[in-house]
Nanobody, 126 residues
Framework: QVQLVESGGGLVQPGGSLKLSCAAS????????MSWVRQAPGKGLEWVSS????????YYADSVKGRFTITRDTAKNTLYLQMNSLKSSDTAVYYC???????????????????WGQGTQVTVSA
């Protein structure tokens, strides 16, 4: 069965860095674009970033552009999110999610994603 397992969250000071990982299993990783979505306390879901199935293109929300980098390692079936220059506004639960089967292109509409991980907490605080 499809599984997505995030790790790497934690408490970090403003200006610090964290690298999130998402281990994927149960499907052909290279056939799907992948995304990160976050949910801040008391707020709705926010799309953060996506990467195409072959890693050739990446996309970012304006709120994280220039600070976050999404990558994928096909040998390890793992998705990553490198987060630098973290702000308190980045505090959230971060989820990795899979694009839907048969998608012809990527989408920032997280309602289209068909599998999600359990999430990892990122807290940015002094």
């Amino acid at each position: 069965q499809v599984q997505l397992v995030e790790s790497g969250g934690g408490l970090v000071q403003p200006g610090g860095s964290l690298k999130l990982s998402c281990a994927a299993s149960g499907f052909t990783f290279t056939n799907y674009y992948m995304s990160w979505v976050r949910q801040a306390p008391g707020k709705g879901l926010e799309w953060v970033s996506s990467i195409l199935s072959d890693g050739s293109n990446t996309y970012y929300a304006d709120s994280v552009k220039g600070r976050f980098t999404i990558t994928r390692d096909t040998a390890k079936n793992t998705l990553y999110l490198q987060m630098n220059s973290l702000k308190s506004s980045d505090t959230a639960v971060y989820y990795c999610a899979r694009g839907p089967t048969g998608a012809s292109t990527w989408s920032a509409n997280y309602n289209e994603y068909d599998y999600w991980g359990q999430g990892t907490q990122v807290t940015v605080s002094a």
